[in-house]
């Protein structure tokens, strides 16, 4: 009978001083693991050691796959990927900066044994400044209003999904993914467990604000309309103060005749008009950007190459690794 399989997947942005860690760390889990496994880094155009380093790993263990992307996709594509490529029954997405820990396979597999579809590490917030704990608290407060699925805070990708669930995952087709939203959508059983969060030892965070902003942005436009809603009952709202005080200023005309004051009424409803229509504007231009990406049908990422043997014009190396260009994600 062959063993059961659980497929690891690591998304690399130059990661090269974390590769051999993780894998040394992984390896350590193996020893008394009853699953076979495969490893599957996502290389996600890097620009350093990356890729030479997972292709070191490969040479020793040939249960060590990769695929390398043509540039960065980012974080969210590269779990797209890895998704489309496991085998396993069950899958665990961790990160490459060993930020998740990987004592946590152990009581991710035993969920999984349990029958929950989805195992879920959540880490507290220890170490990290607070103002960005402060952000985030408000940021998952005010989320929850906006979306349908819930999004819990220090709840990320660190999990292990059944097969059900990536199958699950992989219907799901969008161009922008909010894999956090994605996994929640998705439903089935999930177990809880907690962590303490670990600092980044190597190499660097690629969050920006910046980057961090547009995510939590992509989190409240990505799971429905609401945002939209929102602007229509502003709208709404303001069109009627509006004409409130349009007709209580003509009865007063009508009564007292006209008097030149309503410098500071003009001004101020020309800015807070302004301003929500540009808000309105920006609102329901995102969705239209979206709307264009989507149309586009782009394929979500390109590899540039693989030790993955999955399409029949791959040609192979002598040290059997398939160069292959190809697109992916529809
Ligand atoms: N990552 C990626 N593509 C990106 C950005 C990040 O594959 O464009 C990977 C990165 O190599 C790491 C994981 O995603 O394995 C999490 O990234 P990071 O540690 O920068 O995020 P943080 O832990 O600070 O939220
Ligand atoms: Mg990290």
């Not at 998952?140 to 059900?164: A, P, T």
């Not at 059983?189 to 942005?217: C, M, P, T």
């Not at 309503?262 to 808000?279: C, E, V, W």
Request: net charge neutral; proline share 2%; charged share 25%.
């Amino acid at each position: 009978m062959t063993a059961r399989l659980l497929s690891f997947i690591i998304p690399s942005f130059n990661e090269a001083s974390n590769i051999e860690h993780i894998y040394k760390a992984l390896d350590k889990e193996f020893e008394d693991l009853t699953y076979d496994y495969e490893i599957l880094f996502i290389n996600d155009g890097s620009t350093d050691d990356t890729l030479a380093r997972i292709k070191k790993l490969v040479l020793t263990n040939n249960k060590v796959k990769y695929i390398s992307f043509t540039r960065n996709f980012g974080k969210e594509v590269a779990l797209l990927a890895g998704f489309q490529h496991v085998k396993g029954e069950a899958v665990i997405v961790m990160d490459a900066d060993l930020q998740h820990p990987c004592s946590l396979i152990k009581p991710f597999i035993e969920g999984y044994e349990e029958g929950y579809h989805q195992v879920v590490g959540r880490r507290n917030r220890k170490g990290d400044g607070w103002v960005r704990s402060c952000l985030s608290s408000f940021y998952y407060c005010l989320i929850n209003k906006f979306v349908d699925v819930e999004l819990r805070d220090g709840v990320g990708d660190f999990r292990l999904l059944s097969r059900k669930a990536v199958d699950g995952l992989l219907k799901l087709n969008e161009g922008s993914r909010f894999s956090k939203g994605l996994f929640s959508w998705i439903g089935l059983s999930q177990k809880i467990i907690d962590y303490d969060n670990v600092e980044r030892k190597n190499g660097s965070s690629k969050w920006k604000f910046s980057k961090l902003l547009n995510y939590g942005i992509d989190g409240a436009i990505s799971f429905n309309n609401r945002p939209l809603r929102i602007c229509f009952y502003t709208g709404s709202f303001i069109l009627l103060l509006s004409l409130v005080y349009i007709i209580v200023h003509l009865l007063m005309i009508m009564n007292y005749g006209i008097v030149e004051h309503g410098y500071f009424t003009t001004i101020s409803a020309i800015l807070l008009l302004g301003g929500i229509q540009l808000l309105s504007l920006g609102v329901i231009g995102e969705y239209i950007g979206r709307i264009y990406y989507e149309t586009k049908k782009r394929p979500h990422y390109l590899i540039q190459e693989t030790n993955i043997n999955s399409g029949e014009n791959d040609e192979e190396n002598e040290s059997g690794i398939h160069k292959v260009y190809r697109s992916g994600g529809d």
